[in-house]
């Protein structure tokens, strides 16, 4: 009977904090550093090129932030290595004789509303690198920086070591 209770409960307090989680949208930290690269067009060949950037400047920015755990010293990083990450994206390009310019800006920089699995990301002027390709009309990708929350795919990994988690215990670990 015990058992049942608890599970009961467990159930119940599972279904809340989800909910909670859910109905705030606060997914993104106030604090949070975004990234973002916009396409010059949706042809297929810009969209492409604009997925080897996003590579390129995912990786890069990982390792630049991979060992930083606090926002004014991954700011420093960030301006500190901002010519180096443009170099690795002319080179990106110039690899695939993309023949556009590009621009590469960090500081507060416009995000349009978005809607995401659900989750809306409101409209607004957010700290973040943002990459313009060409004239930048095309469909653009974006992700947090720092935190990095989208960051962590850079990093190539064993795959024997794989930790293992649940919804719940990451929930129970922010909240508890």
């Known amino acids: 009977m015990k058992k049942a209770i608890f599970l009961f409960l467990g159930i119940i307090i599972t279904y809340i904090l989800i909910g909670n989680v859910l109905a705030t949208n606060d997914i993104i930290p106030d604090d ?6 916009i396409a010059n067009s949706n042809s297929e060949y810009d969209q492409e090129i604009k997925v080897k950037v996003k590579e390129t400047l995912e990786y890069d920015m990982y390792n630049i932030l991979k060992n930083t755990t606090d926002l004014s ?3 420093e990083l960030i301006k500190s ?3 180096n990450v443009g170099s690795s ?10 023949k556009l310019p590009f621009t590469i800006n960090f500081g507060l920089n416009y995000f349009p509303k978005k809607e995401f699995k659900g989750i809306t990301y409101n409209e607004g002027y957010y700290e973040s690198v943002v990459v313009t390709l060409g004239e930048g ?3 653009n990708w974006w992700c947090v920086l720092f935190p990095p929350l989208c960051m962590l795919e850079a990093e190539e990994t064993n795959t024997t070591d794989v930790e293992y988690t649940t919804l719940v215990k990451t929930i129970i670990d922010k909240y508890f």
């Not at 949070?32 to 690269?37: L, N």
């Open 32 to 37: 949070a550093i975004r990234i973002r690269v």
């Open 73 to 75: 010293e991954a700011r």
């Open 81 to 83: 290595n901002l010519d």
């Open 89 to 98: 994206i002319d080179k990106t390009l110039q690899k695939e004789e993309y």
């Open 137 to 139: 009309l095309g469909d």
